[in-house]
């Protein structure tokens, strides 16, 4: 068994969007990220896959693309560097209670940046906000398949399956009933893309 902690990001207001991931089903690994967020036009003229090695700065750009209208298709690099991994444990969070399959796999995090005239202009995020639940997504890049599975003693619920490669986790808080908060690659439906 090993202690994994969690990380959250602020909360922002949403735009209405959607989205088509190529190569990608709940649960597995994803080469192309195609997504359309309505009213981006003009806020942003490319988009930009960053690997968070600092905590939550983006640096180390991986990809950019045109943002075209109000859509954007990403194709994400078959590997990373090495150099950019770091222990999946120090990646994806928790505490006590959640178990990883192997703890010998590495992982970074991705955010999608938009840029305008080349300096960011905001971020591109997947996520749901309604009254039934809260759900933000996160990329993540995986060097071998791992599961994270368990509670962890703040009641949060993991049932990552992460493939080798990209793949998204969905960050669950349930906002009627008793059910548990969720880090899992079991996407929700209702989810759709965000610039702020």
């Not at 990646?91 to 970074?108: E, H, P, Q, R």
Request: some cysteine; proline content about 3%; charged content about 20%.
């Amino acid at each position: 068994m090993f202690s994994i902690k969690r990380s959250l990001f602020s909360v922002s207001a949403i735009l209405m969007a959607g989205i088509f991931l190529a190569g990608c089903g709940n649960g597995g690994s994803m080469r192309t990220i195609t997504a359309e967020v309505e009213g981006v036009s003009g806020e942003a003229d490319a988009a930009c896959l960053y690997i968070d090695v600092i905590g939550n700065q983006a640096n180390s750009p991986l990809v950019t693309t045109e943002v075209k209208g109000d859509r954007f298709t990403l194709e994400l690099p078959e590997t990373v560097d090495t150099k950019l991994l770091r222990p999946v444990s120090s990646i994806i969070g928790g505490g006590d209670g959640a178990t990883i399959s192997d703890l010998s796999a590495k992982a970074c995090e991705a955010t999608i940046e938009g840029l305008k005239d080349g300096s960011i202009a905001g971020r591109f995020c997947y996520e749901r906000d309604d009254n039934a639940l809260y759900a933000e997504t996160y990329i993540f890049y995986v060097d071998k398949d791992v599961d994270i599975t368990g509670t962890n003693e703040d009641g949060t619920k993991y049932s990552c399956n992460l493939k080798k490669g990209w793949n998204f986790v969905a960050d669950i808080m349930h906002m009627q009933g008793n059910d548990p908060n969720e880090m899992t690659t079991i996407l929700p439906e209702g989810l759709m893309w965000d610039f702020y």
